[in-house]
């Protein structure tokens, strides 16, 4: 990787401000979901062993700029604690007196996490001043924030312009190393599955990894619409209309049998058919269509996954998402998965650790994948 990286960092004694990406699900004052806390974990003890005093930066949920005790991180911080066996300080204040004076207390080897970012209207904004303000709880920053680097705040942007020196975390380094991996597919074959709902959200990151890969496994809802623009008839299936010229498009510049699209569909009430009557809504792949796909995943020497098959919430539509996740497992490739309703799709089948990369950025992973520069990225320090 060409950025600066924490290891090179000499951090004994040091104030490190650490960016980490903490945004998880609470349940209550409890942290229902610790997936990205813990994939921050190495970064973290490797600063503890190492001497530095650490300041922790975290967003959670979407406070719109002020202060609501709904997203605290205070459950964040007791939570980490308990997972280190170490006290983790907290200050009620992101920044100013108060995160200074306890910052100033640490010991080394000591922890501090500070209020939710997103509680300072300047956060978002990118604003110069609040970013210095962040700035004065640290001597370097280390940013281990992947998926919140693709948006140009202060905690990821504004802050490094004033520090001499900003490294990535070993979290950062290890999404970089295998989304770069699928960015730039120097083993075949490569093989991409796409889900979800709406073409829409994806047509950048299709029309860019559809330059190199071998075939694209198109499941989900936005499948319709590349059914329709071949002009089969979809009954009343998801579809985006204003999208079907897009997929003629993308369907027409491929190359003979890159684009594989479902063959059988199970409708709403749980019905198998090949040709979808008028009327009748599809909801997820069918077993033909799962075969299939399979075949295709087991041949891949690299593979990435992003989106459900069909309704995967409800059972039995959740089949087809059930069974790539199975295949995906199995893959003897390298296998990179990432969004949200991916990785719950891994877990519900008991197959999240059989992959070689969980990416913890939705958002991040597909601009990422799409050919776009993350500013949070581009901001750290060359090597």
Request: aromatic share 6%.
């Amino acid at each position: 990787m060409a950025k600066l990286s924490v290891k090179d960092l000499d951090v004994n004694g040091k104030l490190v401000l650490l960016r980490v990406d903490f945004n998880v699900p609470l349940a209550g004052n409890q942290v229902a979901d610790d997936a990205r806390i813990t994939a921050s974990l190495p970064t973290i003890r490797h600063l503890i062993e190492h001497g530095a005093r650490v300041v922790m930066c975290a967003h959670l949920g979407r406070p719109k700029g002020k202060p609501d005790a709904r997203y605290s991180l205070k459950p964040v911080a007791e939570h980490l604690e308990r997972l280190l066996d170490k006290n983790v300080g907290f200050s009620p204040e992101t920044v100013g007196a108060t995160a200074q004076e306890m910052a100033a207390r640490l010991a080394p080897g000591g922890l501090l996490m500070v209020e939710n970012l997103r509680f300072q209207p300047g956060e978002e904004a990118n604003d110069a001043a609040f970013a210095r303000q962040l700035s004065e709880l640290g001597e370097v920053y280390v940013n281990d924030a992947f998926g919140a680097d693709h948006r140009a705040h202060a905690s990821t942007v504004g802050v490094t312009k004033f520090f001499t020196q900003a490294a990535a975390g070993f979290l950062l380094q290890k999404e970089l190393d295998y989304l770069g991996r699928v960015l730039v597919a120097k083993d075949h074959p490569f093989v991409v599955i796409l889900g979800g709902a709406k073409i829409s959200d994806k047509l950048p990151l299709i029309a860019h990894l559809a330059k190199q890969a071998d075939r694209l496994l198109i499941g989900g809802g936005m499948a319709y619409t590349f059914l329709k623009a071949q002009g089969q008839g979809i009954g009343d299936s998801l579809v985006q209309e204003d999208f079907l010229d897009a997929a003629k498009k993308l369907l027409a510049e491929s190359r003979p049998g890159q684009f594989v699209l479902p063959v059988d569909h199970v409708l709403e009430h749980g019905e198998v058919v090949r040709d979808i009557p008028a009327g009748g809504k599809a909801m997820d792949i069918g077993p033909e269509s799962r075969a299939n796909f399979a075949g295709h995943i087991a041949t891949a020497k690299i593979l990435f996954w992003n989106g459900p098959m069909g309704v995967f919430e409800k059972p039995p539509l959740d089949a087809g998402t059930l069974a790539v996740a199975r295949a995906v497992a199995m893959c003897a490739g390298v296998t990179v998965a990432g969004g949200g309703d991916s990785v719950a799709a891994l877990r519900a089948a008991g197959v999240e650790d059989k992959l070689s990369h969980v990416s913890t950025g939705g958002g991040a992973s597909l601009e990422f994948l799409s050919g776009d520069v993350l500013p949070g990225v581009a901001a750290l320090t060359d090597r």
